[in-house]
């Protein structure tokens, strides 16, 4: 494989170095981008903890009256 023109790799290298530049940008971005799923993903885990609680507080309190009726009788 001939190698190729100094001009050609230098210019091949400052592509390369030009796209580096832009990856903190980059970076910086992705990592905002997950720190917003994380949020979010937190708060929706969060509502759905309250949602279960809210559930087994119900079925609880049917236990408790239904074991209660049946005591009474």
């Not at 990856?23 to 910086?28: E, G, N």
């Not at 885990?45 to 236990?63: K, N, T, Y």
Request: proline share 4%; net charge negative; hydrophobic share 40%.
């Amino acid at each position: 494989m001939p190698e190729r023109p100094i001009a050609e790799r230098v210019e091949v290298l400052e592509r390369r170095v030009d796209l580096l530049e832009t990856l903190p940008a980059r970076m910086t971005a992705l990592e905002v981008q997950i720190v917003h799923l994380r949020g979010e993903m937190q708060d929706g885990f969060s509502a759905v903890r309250r949602e279960l609680r809210g559930e087994m507080h119900a079925i609880a309190d049917r236990s408790e009256e239904h074991t209660s009726e049946l005591q009474s009788h």
